[in-house]
Structures are given as C-alpha cells and as structure tokens.
C-alpha cells in the first residue's frame, strides 16, 4: 500500500461548527504532515508530526488543531473557522531514519469550504 | 531554506524533451534540490532531488550546476500527463520542511 488517503474529500461547514479531517497511510512512515493550499496559490506547510509528536508548528492559528493518535493516522480538528479558511487541505507522509526526513507522499486533499 | 526562482510558464510539444529551469543562487551546502509536480486537482507528487550530482530516475532527470546556483529538470519525453505545475524547492538538510514557491505551469501540446 502506497497512498495516502484523506476524508472527506469534500467538506462544506459554518462558523460555529466542529469539524475533524482525517489523513491515514500504511507505508510505515513515522513523519507526518499538514499543509494548506488556496486556490491557484501553492502549498503552505502547517505541522509536522516526527514519531506521533509535534515537531513543527508554522504560528497556525488555535481553530486548528492536530492530533496524531498513532503512527498511521492524523488528524486535522477543526473550530470556529473563518470563510478564509476555505482551502484544499493536504496531508503528507514520509520516510524518517536518523533524523532525516525522506521524499514525501501527498494525499489527494481535502477540499474545505467554510460558510 | 532559500528561495528559488522559476519561469511562471512554459509550453512543450508531446514527446519532446521538457527542460524546466530553476534558480537557488543561495543555496546553503547541506540544502537538497527537490522537484514536485502538482497535476490539477491532485496532491502533489515527488519527481527527484539531488544534492551536487546529477540525478535520473524512471520519471526524470535532475542536473545541478557545479557552482549549484541553478538546476534544471528534464522530462525526457513529454507527455500530455505531464501537463502540471512543477515546483521547486531548496530544502532544509532535514528535508522536513518543504517551502513551495510559484512554480512553473508546463503545458504539454499535441
């Protein structure tokens, strides 16, 4: 198995809703990502996760929060967002040996739009 | 990570080779070069990277300049599923941050 998948792969929610996106491979990877891509822009890198820890958090705002419950899922909670939050949300995995992070694998996205 | 510098847009005939030019004139000595693609819709997709030598793979071929200023990524026989826009990107030593520039948009035309 060499994919990364995500659901849903559409998500339409309001303001005041709570919202989780969900990313899983099976490839072995022990580093994880989320990025954030608007429309005809290119992806922004969100977090890092090494060994299910929090490694990189680049000043994302409180409304998103990552979870990683184990060494093949991550999760994306999501509270009180804004309509400028609408984006395609990524998630990434690679290969991480001594340190070194290897070649990363995408998901096909999460297309969110926020009402 | 430094910034790289690339064409916003290019055109390439079907099964002629596509050369992609990129510019990193301060690049750091332990940063990668690393070439993603991102065809429409789609997340994106690991091409090659190569740190001083010249690197091939079954997708492409990578040539980085002596000096490492500049590289260029060449798709050897275009396709029309090659169409997509191509990134890249000068990473940290790690390689766990990747810093998408702008890309360039190729265009492959029958």
């Known amino acids: 198995d060499t994919e990364v998948t995500q659901t849903p792969k559409h998500l339409v929610m309001g303001m005041t809703n709570k919202k989780s996106l969900k990313c899983e491979q099976h490839m072995g990877h022990r580093a994880m990502y989320w990025y954030k891509q608007k429309a005809k822009k290119p992806p922004e890198l969100m977090f890092v996760?090494?060994?299910?820890?929090?490694?990189i958090n680049e000043s994302v705002p409180s409304r998103f929060s990552p979870e990683c419950p184990n060494s093949s899922l991550l999760n994306l909670h999501l509270h009180a967002l804004q309509p400028e939050d609408s984006a395609l949300y990524l998630c990434?995995?690679?290969?991480?040996?001594?340190?070194?992070?290897?070649?990363?694998?995408f998901g096909p996205g999460t297309r969110l739009t926020v009402l | 990570d430094a910034k790289t510098t690339q064409p916003t847009s290019m055109d390439c005939a079907e099964g002629r080779a596509a050369n992609l030019p990129c510019n990193h004139s301060t690049i750091s000595g332990n940063e990668y070069v690393y070439w993603y693609r991102q065809i429409h819709s789609q997340g994106p997709q690991y091409i090659i990277h190569?740190?001083?030598n010249n690197e091939t793979n079954e997708m492409a071929s990578l040539i980085i300049t002596e000096d490492r200023k500049s590289s260029t990524l060449i798709l050897p026989h275009a396709t029309l599923r090659d169409t997509a826009v191509y990134y890249c990107i000068a990473s940290n030593n790690a390689g766990n941050m990747l810093t998408f520039g702008g890309g360039t948009r190729l265009m492959v035309k029958p």
């Open positions: 190569g740190l001083k």
């Open positions: 996760y090494s060994y299910e820890k929090l490694s």
């Open positions: 990434a995995s690679s290969r991480l040996l001594a340190g070194v992070y290897n070649e990363q694998f």
